[in-house]
Each structure stands twice: as C-alpha cells, then as structure tokens.
C-alpha cells in the first residue's frame, strides 16, 4: 500500500502505525500524527492505517 510518510510517498506492508514507522526506521522519542489526528505513543501499535493515510512523525524540539 502506498502512504505518505513526512510527506513524501512510502511503500508499505505495514498493518499498524507501529509498524510503517518501524519499517521507515523511524525511532526515539517522537510525536505522531495520522491524517492530521494526534496518535499517542501507546495506541501506535493498535492504531490501523490503510492505503492513502498521512503520517507525521516529529521528533521534540527545544528552543523558545
């Protein structure tokens, strides 16, 4: 299936977020979106994506 990851178009096999984040090498402490909506770290892994979703995943910034 074909997402869009940070914003560029991924190939995934992935069922879960957990899943096409680990696929993608994204790792760490990091916040997570899924089509715009805030996903939190302990639903990843029960949280579904499809064909078509976005995903976003940050890492914090310091600064001010």
């Known amino acids: 299936m074909q997402i869009i990851l940070n914003g560029s ?3 995934t096999n992935a069922a879960t ?3 096409a984040l680990a696929q993608a090498g994204v790792t760490g402490h990091i ?3 899924l ?3 805030f996903v939190p770290a ?3 892994d029960q949280t579904p994506i ?3 979703d976005r995903i976003e995943a940050q890492a914090p910034m ?3």
Do not use: I, W
């Open 42 to 44: 302990a639903l990843r």
């Open 9 to 11: 178009p991924c190939h």
């Open 50 to 52: 499809r064909d078509g």
């Open 35 to 37: 089509n715009g909506s």
């Open 62 to 64: 310091q600064g001010g």
């Open 17 to 19: 977020l957990a899943d």
């Open 31 to 33: 916040a997570t979106a």
